[in-house]
């Protein structure tokens, strides 16, 4: 269902932006990108960035709980995805980080929360290590940390990436979503809505090069050891699905011992009812269990081992 902003934001040959009642949305300008910005709520300033392929509209229902406590709600369609046009859909590593860096800028916002999911948290990932203080307190979704240790047990969690990165333009992604990512079947509604936007071929055409210029070389820096050598401060809380096949309690605890080596305060907690799609498979407590963290008081101890949570 299109939105009335529709035909005064986008050209009309675009695809209609699917229905989310009580969200406002406008473009942001900044060099060489026009990014949609979806936005809900009045308060401290939450920015939530998307999975793939996923956009906005990932946080239809997560985004408007977040709000209801009080807190502005961002939800930008990042280069390459959604309703955002850029002068070149191709990126490096750092793209969407200075992207963001530059819509933050651009709003007024020096600090902010952060929620992401998927591929928009390698980006969460790197505003956090490289720019901690725009960051306030992060949660991050159904992605392991940038410190933990590569072992063959973690292969099967990278089973999905030759689809993207060997993607062929009109090639269909609908396998994305299917029973080994989410908890239940998603209603054909809902994944039309989610792909909706690779009808743009500029967009279609930026899967390939999101995961060969920036999946690709973060991974082989998480590889490296490179954020092991680092330290984050940005109190983070890591969130997986109870039944995520490829992430869960018993590999998170073999591949992230010791975190107190690599981090100030970090939480591991999981959600019932809920795989890799969790905003889909359970929305309410996705904005629970992030508010939960979002909201804990500033005066928290950190540092240490008495500082690491394993849910």
Known sequence: MDTPQHDTLFPAE?????DAP???????????LRTHLAEIGE????????????????????????AARGYRVLCPDLRGAGWTAAADEHMDRETRLQDILA????????RAHLLSHDLGALTAMQLSYEHPERVRRAVQLSVPPAFMAFSLRTLPGFKHLPAFLFHRPGASLRGTFSSEYAARPLPDAVIDAHLAPLRRPEID??????????IVPEGLRMTAGVYRRRRLTVPTRFVYGREDRFWNEAIMRRICRHPERYADRVDFAYVDGA????????????????LEWIEQDAGAPTGGPEAIRWG
């Open 14 to 18: 675009w695809p209609a932006l699917p």
């Open 22 to 32: 009580g969200f406002t949305h406008s473009i942001v300008e900044t060099p060489g």
């Open 43 to 66: 308060g401290d300033p939450v920015l939530l960035l998307h999975g793939c392929p996923e956009h906005w509209w990932q946080w239809e229902t997560v985004a408007p709980l977040v």
């Open 103 to 110: 819509i933050l800028d651009e709003l007024g916002i020096a």
């Open 205 to 214: 055409r930026a899967i390939r090069s999101a995961s060969r210029r920036l």
């Open 275 to 290: 795989s890799h799609f969790m905003t889909d498979d359970a929305p309410g407590a996705v904005a629970d269990v992030a």
